[in-house]
């Protein structure tokens, strides 16, 4: 399976033997350009900004930036960039919330090359890739009722701010966002909670213990 | 100064005041009492001896009263049959009449002759009392007692002498007798020693209770603090086993995984891929399944680590937070014992510090393990809630036969190899929380809170951006 257009890869993993691995695997393939193999979630974010990624290979535990958060900050500032989870862990609770925060991949580290390059070159052809035994673990448990879909990182972020009576152009200079992506988290996060007012937000975090009554 | 010592000062210090407090009250009143009684006794003693005074006057008085009443004021035959008969009027070595003219010379005195016939009415004791002439005041006025020093007959000291005296006015003459109060004195004095040595007596008294006492307290909370060292050593001593039974199970269950598992894995491709680097080397055309068959082995130990590693420290509960890690926890559990389990949580993550989130884990892995084991569930409710000022809650219920037998209790309590409800409490008890469990027939409720003092102090900051 070859395509026209070279994919630009970058690989952000903490361990280095399999950053080197991975690396030594694509670069057999032609129609695959590693643009960048980094080891922490701040140098992908910086170096994308330069070379401009089709896919980020993403590691889910790193120190400082973890995964999870890394891709809803590239989903952020390099919408374009597709984002595949590389990880070791399979439980389903990580593979859901990958897919949450954003990722359009998710393949375990013990996964044969092969399905690698078939990873990328699905989520690089706007598709979603999930290597077989994650798909196992989705298929495994339906959703679960009763507790509420879980807030990201940034949806918590700006429901703490919304509820401290924050606009939303206060929350987008706070968190270096657009207004846009304010409204979207916004919009988001009352449907999740299933709460159509900014009032019943705030009652919310406070109810839940997120923001004293106090504040 | 520690605070035993202080706490035994605290003890023994009132104790000895009160007894010091006691033992000067009892002695001030008994020595009141005594002092009272003994001038009491003294004044009744004088008073005894100023009527025999009296009664002797009137006797020598009615002896001499018949010649002195037919004499004259000048008949001296009179005057030297009076004489004789008061000069051998007696009681006693030391009782005896004198007569002394109003010039203060003496006239009469048995006992002492060398008066006789000289003026004595100058004459003072040692205290500078004007002894005849005091006497002779008192006889002119119709007769009266008065006390002076005087040298006592029978021993030749000098004593306390009380005398009565009477005049016989047409004779100008004072007669007299007297008698001496050292024996009085010397009783009041003896009186006085017993009362000395009764006080004495009672403060050995109370010095032989209290020191006994005293030392009776010291010993006692000498006991106590070595019992409670004691107790504590065997606490400290059950507890440090207890930790080192728990790593060396827990050592021993990872070293038998490695083992059996790992190592067996690691091993099977060894041998697959000596395999394939043989038939490279002789040309075989099957060498690309002898490599597969290596890398199966090592995806086998790779998916082993995983599990392994998993269940040291579940990562779920640092990456996505205490409810994702319990819809796992809680999907494998129903997974492998088929009880339905009801997961109720939370929206937000990173609310709980690290420790207290491990600790509310550890809980429901604890609680879910003994439903496994003892409660006979079908179906278990697990609800996570965060309020706005109680803190944290997870509250655990299943529809078991519960373990209200106390032999089931202590079995989760003590010795299966989980950590019990005791080590369940003590968690919760570490951030200043509760575990509270009820049991019953029905089932088993099973309540784990934690304060407000266990969240993260809430900022924005959620994502460094």
Known sequence: MSQPKTIKVLICDDHPLVLEGICAVLETYAHIEVVGAVNSA???????????????????????????????????????????????????????????????????????????????????????????????????????????????TREQSVLLLVARGKSNKDVAAHLDISVRTVETHRKNIKKKLGIATTAGLTRYAIDNGLIGAAE | MNLRTQILAIAILPLVLAILAITALVTFQSTQLARASISTFERNMLRAKESELLNLTNMAISAINEIYEAAGPDDEDAKRQVQEILSSLDYGPDGYFFVYD??????????????????????????????????????????????????????????????????????????????????????????????????????????????????????????????????ADTKLKELTQRVIDTQEEERARIARELHDGISQSMVAARYALDLAAAKVRSGAPDAPAAIERGAKGINGAIREVRRISHDLRPGILDDLGLTAALEALTNSFAERTGIVVE????????????????????????????????????????????????????????????????????????????????????????????????????????????????????????MPA
């Open chain 2, 102 to 231: 109003y010039d203060g010379v003496n006239i009469v005195h048995p006992r002492q002759s060398f008066r006789h016939g000289r003026n004595w009415i100058d004459m003072e004791d040692p205290d500078g009392n004007r002894v005849i002439y005091n006497l002779i005041e008192r006889a002119k006025e119709g007769g009266g007692l008065h006390q002076y020093k005087w040298e006592k007959p029978s021993t030749g000291e000098i004593a306390d002498k009380l005398s009565f005296a009477v005049g016989l006015d047409k004779w100008r003459w004072m007669l007299g007798t007297g008698v001496y109060l050292d024996d009085v004195f010397a009783q009041t004095q003896a009186a006085d020693a017993d009362l000395r040595s009764n006080i004495n007596t009672t403060f050995i008294t109370v010095a032989a209770i209290t020191l006994p006492l005293v030392f009776v307290v010291f010993l006692a909370s000498f006991m106590l603090t070595l019992r409670e060292r004691r107790l």
């Open chain 2, 343 to 462: 997961l109720k949580s939370v929206a937000f993550k990173n609310m709980l510090l690290p420790e207290a989130k491990t600790a509310l884990y550890r809980v429901a892995q604890e609680a879910l393990t003994n439903i496994e084991r003892h409660a006979n569930a079908t179906h278990v409710r697990i609800v996570v809630t965060s309020g706005g000022g109680g803190g944290a809650q997870l509250v655990i219920e299943d529809d078991g036969h519960g373990f209200a037998n106390a032999e089931a209790a202590r079995t989760l309590g003590r010795t299966h190899a989980g950590l019990g409800l005791r080590n369940m409490q003590e968690r919760m008890e570490h951030f200043g929380g509760t575990l509270e469990v009820k049991t019953a027939s029905s089932g088993t409720l099973l309540k784990a809170r934690l304060p407000k003092s266990a969240y993260v102090t809430q900022t924005s900051e959620f």
């Open chain 1, 42 to 152: 701040r140098a992908a974010l910086a170096l994308a900004e330069t070379h401009q990624p089709d896919v980020v290979m993403m590691d889910i535990n790193m120190p400082d930036l973890s995964g999870l958060d890394a891709v809803e900050l590239f989903r952020e500032r390099f919408p374009q960039a597709r984002l595949l989870m590389l990880s070791m862990h399979d439980s389903r609770e990580y593979i859901s919330t990958a897919v949450m925060y954003g990722a359009s991949g998710y393949i375990l580290k013990d996964v044969s090359t092969s399905e690698i390059i078939a990873a990328i070159e699905t989520v690089a052809a706007n598709g979603t890739y999930f290597s077989s035994g994650v798909a196992d673990a989705l298929l495994r448990n339906g959703p679960k009722q009763g507790t509420p879909m879980p807030l990201t």
